[in-house]
């Protein structure tokens, strides 16, 4: 059994809510849904007790304002509670009854005004109850521990009509019932549904509006908050997606996506040809010469053949410097003998 709470300000529209059919339906539509799941759409409500207060919907929220008036330092005199049975559970008549009236006296609410409602429009059975916080002494009844009293409530009816019982939320158990590992169904879709945008995102934007997509509201400020389609708010760090965690992981993915590894193909190999040419080539080189010398160790080439390979590796310098003998070919020997017999006359007689 699952409980819910609310406050709010206006009687008439809290209670037309229970009192009503789903306004989002048309009369057609309500009578094919009821035949495709066989639930009843059209009149869904049915006002199981009323308690000092009696009427349609325009004099409840008249004669609930008449009272609520008799203190005006109440900023919210509406109390709006449910009850919810797990599916394929089923209580009788007499026995929602029982149930309301034990939810009006947890809240102390015996002595007041409210209304009993089943809706029938779900596979869950449930109950509405909408009372006056302001009694007719003109007292309200306190908001403090609404869910420590709900908690209690739900716990106390499962084991009255032998219903499966739901583990309270973890605040209200005791520390060895908090070591019992729970699952959250609704908390691991969450979790799933942020890790898949994150995924595809490569900044907040990106994410946010995968996140919108899908159905979801964000809430960012000093932390960040999500809110499902149900309305159910989940902080960021207790799916352990915290603001910080979720920038710091857009960081990384931006950070990777601009590394040299992660670059196109034709940047690629831009990149590698001005950055890694004369490397390449004094690499192969070096690899040609050791080649060529390694061979000549194993005796697989003669001497003369090394030579020759490591002096076309070097240009030809090595060719020049291994010849017998160096003469300048630039100037005739002839001329060189007669400047020499030439310089010997023209020394002085001692």
Known sequence: MIGNISLGTSFFHCISYCLEDKRTLTEEQKIKKSLEDGLQHKDRAEVLAYNK??????????????????????????????????????????????????MAKEFGLADNQYIIIQHKDTNKQHIHLVANRVGYQGKAASSSNNYLKMDRLCRRLEKQYNLQEVLSAKRFLTKEQKLIPRH?????????????????????????????????????????????NKKVKVKGS????SLHTIEKLLLQKQEKKLKPENLSGAAKRKEKETATIPQKEIAATGFKHKKVITAYEQNLLPENSVLEELSKGLGGILSDLLKPEYVDQSISPELLHKAKIKRKRKRPKV
């Open 53 to 102: 207060c009696f009427g349609d919907k325009y004099e409840l929220a008249e004669q609930f304002k008449e009272v609520a008036r008799l203190s005006r330092r109440v900023e919210k005199p509406v109390l709006h509670l449910s009850l919810s049975l797990r599916p394929g559970e089923q209580l009788n008549r007499n026995q929602l009854i029982e149930a309301g009236q034990e």
């Open 184 to 228: 959250d169904t609704r908390k691991e879709k969450m979790k799933n549904d942020i890790k898949q945008s994150l995924n595809g995102a490569f900044s907040y934007h990106e994410f946010a509006q995968k996140l919108q997509a899908l159905g979801y509201q964000i809430v960012k400020g000093r932390g960040i908050t999500f809110i499902d």
């Open 238 to 241: 207790d799916l352990g997606y």
